[in-house]
């Protein structure tokens, strides 16, 4: 289990039962990792191998689940700003 986007990802190896889920596997790296349950804290989306997944979906052998914080800027926004401050120094 990792969590992307965290400047220094915690990351964490579990073994689990056959059948357990996703949302069952990050409450277990929680109990077992204080920076794994402050990340679910503030994910707002769980994700296996880069895929956005539910929490109620099965995990399988060598899965990796992912917690993904919020967005904090909008990469488009960014870039027509400085376009836009671009052309300002232009003109």
Same mark, same amino acid.
């Given at each position: 289990m990792v969590a992307a986007g965290a400047?220094? @990802?915690p990351l964490i190896e +579990?073994?689990? /039962?056959p059948g357990t889920t996703v949302g069952e596997a990050i409450g +277990?790296?929680?109990q077992a990792d /204080?920076? *794994?349950?402050?990340?679910?804290?503030?994910a707002n989306a769980v994700g296996i191998w880069g895929h956005v997944t539910?929490?109620?979906h099965p995990l399988r052998e060598g899965d990796r689940v992912? +917690?993904?914080r @919020? *967005?904090?800027a909008d990469a488009k926004a960014l870039r027509r700003a400085r376009a836009s401050e671009g052309r300002r120094r232009k003109l």
């Open positions: 400047a220094d @990802p +579990l073994e689990v /039962a +277990l790296a929680a /204080a920076r *794994i349950r402050e990340e679910a804290g503030v539910d929490a109620g992912e +917690l993904y @919020p *967005i904090q």
